[in-house]
């Protein structure tokens, strides 16, 4: 099994901030990498697709980078809806989630 | 306008079989290379890929669960129903389906609103 590795798993931010979150694959995965946004009691909402494609309607403060086994998803100026638990997933083989970042107001 | 709907019992005892039905709209299971799948969430914690079913009714399983699944479709009804068996309470999860595609990078692009399902005698 391919496993995602998320860090931080936490972080605090104030609105305006630009964020970063990791995501590391076990393996080569290649561009096989989406990224989305969950707030409490919610569905995921899709944010990026094939590591750096951004979803239809999302704001294009999300952006996406990496390949292989590295993978950033950034925030630029961190809106107060954007607070919320962020996932990578993987689908080069099989597929899974990683752990998880909540991003939190300071 | 794709939509999809997760249904089936909030309750379900130890060792009992879960069934759970996605009803979607705005799309068809027919075409070609679109899938549905399942996904999981215990309370507080990740996101956990279940099951996948294809357009051409190909299946694929979490490996963890293999044994203790089954996805199937009713192209006719717009259903994927998922069945997982001897159910433990470490199954209390919010159960959701999800819609995605073959094609190159496989992501979910929509999701239904989720079940709460509870394991406990």
């Known amino acids: 099994d391919i496993q995602l590795t998320q860090s931080p798993s936490s972080l605090s931010a104030s609105v305006g901030d630009r964020v970063t979150i990791s995501c590391r694959a076990s393996q080569n995965i290649a561009n096989y990498l989406s990224w989305y946004q969950q707030k409490p009691g919610k569905a995921p909402i899709l944010l990026i697709y094939?590591?750096?494609s951004l979803q239809g309607g999302v704001p294009s403060r999300f952006s996406g980078s990496g390949s292989g086994t590295d993978f950033t998803l950034t925030i630029n100026n961190l809106h107060p809806e954007d607070f919320a638990t962020y996932y990578c997933q993987q689908s080069y083989n099989s597929i899974t989630f990683g752990g998880g970042t909540k991003v939190e107001i300071k | 306008q794709v939509t999809l709907r997760e249904s089936g019992p909030a309750l379900v005892k130890p060792t009992q079989t879960l069934t759970l039905t996605c009803t979607f709209s705005g799309f068809s299971l027919s075409t070609s290379e679109m899938c549905v799948s399942w996904v999981r969430q215990p309370p507080g914690k990740a996101l956990e890929w279940l099951a996948r079913i294809d357009w051409d009714d190909d299946k694929f399983y979490t490996p963890s669960l293999k044994t203790r699944l089954t996805i199937s479709k009713d192209t006719s009804k717009n259903q994927v129903v998922l069945t997982m068996t001897n159910m433990d309470p470490v199954d209390t999860a919010t159960y959701f389906c999800a819609r995605s595609w073959v094609r190159g990078v496989s992501y979910f692009d929509y999701w239904g609103q989720g079940a709460l399902v509870t394991v406990s005698s």
């Open positions: 094939t590591t750096s």
